[in-house]
């Protein structure tokens, strides 16, 4: 079973960029495609992006795209994401996960904030 978790998040000003972190531990996921997730309060849990196994193949939502990186080190078991120009409305929870997600699989996450 995949073990998932994610940090890097913070409290930042609009503008501001932030790359989170998910280290995978249990079974390499250099064999499944993996999604980063995110829930902001009262809302559900949406999609941000998601990178293939080799990295070749990448969506994004429209509300990151052009902002947002996914990225991913088979090697280390690490999924990545850069967040340039941090708005208000990218504050949420962010989370990792296979894609499509996996009900057991969900981490902690970790929270962003943007605000000035």
């Known amino acids: 079973q995949v073990q998932l978790v994610e940090s890097g998040g913070g409290l930042v000003q609009p503008g501001a960029p932030l790359r989170l972190s998910c280290v995978a531990s249990?079974?390499?996921?250099?064999?499944?495609?993996m999604g980063w997730f995110r829930q902001a309060p009262g809302e559900e849990r949406d999609f941000v992006a998601t990178?293939?196994?080799?990295?070749?193949?990448?969506i994004y939502d429209v509300s990151v795209k052009g902002r947002f990186t996914i990225s991913r080190d088979n090697g280390k078991n690490t999924v990545y994401l850069q967040m340039n120009d941090l708005k208000p409305e990218d504050t949420a929870a962010y989370y990792c996960?296979?894609?499509?997600?996996?009900?057991?699989?969900w981490g902690q996450g970790t929270q962003v904030t943007v605000s000035s």
């Open positions: 996960n296979i894609y499509p997600p996996h009900t057991h699989y």
């Open positions: 249990g079974p390499s996921i250099s064999s499944y495609t």
């Open positions: 990178i293939s196994r080799n990295g070749e193949s990448i």
